[in-house]
């Protein structure tokens, strides 16, 4: 059974950097796209970055946030810098297996449960 767990939000001011962690177990961790979606209060979920061999990213969080990963040690993490009140959300960790080219939240299989991060001005 694959295991999504989230780790690193917190609350920082804006301008101010996180990283998130999302430890992998239950699969082939290299098989496997990861992604990192968020939900602020009262949206949708959307799709902020996933990562195979590259890399691909939501254009409101491009060039402030990079995701990368360690197939050693089961984890994809998201280095956030530069954050802004707007990035204020829960950021959910997201897995399929296979290269996706289009990851919708519908076409994500594994959820974790999520971390809030919360940007104060």
């Known amino acids: 059974q694959v295991q999504l767990v989230e780790s690193g939000g917190g609350l920082v001011q804006a301008g101010g950097s996180l990283r998130l962690s999302c430890a992998a177990s239950g699969l082939t961790f290299s098989r496997y796209t990861m992604a990192w979606f968020r939900q602020a209060p009262g949206k949708e979920r959307e799709f902020v970055a996933r990562i195979y061999g590259g890399t691909y990213y939501a254009d409101s969080v491009k060039g402030r946030f990079t995701i990368s990963r360690d197939n050693a040690k089961n984890t994809v993490f998201l280095q956030m810098n530069s954050l802004k009140r707007e990035d204020t959300a829960v950021y959910y960790c997201?897995?399929?297996?296979?290269?996706?080219?289009?990851?919708?939240?519908?076409?994500?299989?594994?959820w974790g449960k999520g971390t809030l991060v919360t940007v104060s001005s």
């Open positions: 997201a897995a399929v297996l296979g290269v996706q080219v289009l990851t919708p939240p519908s076409a994500m299989t594994d």
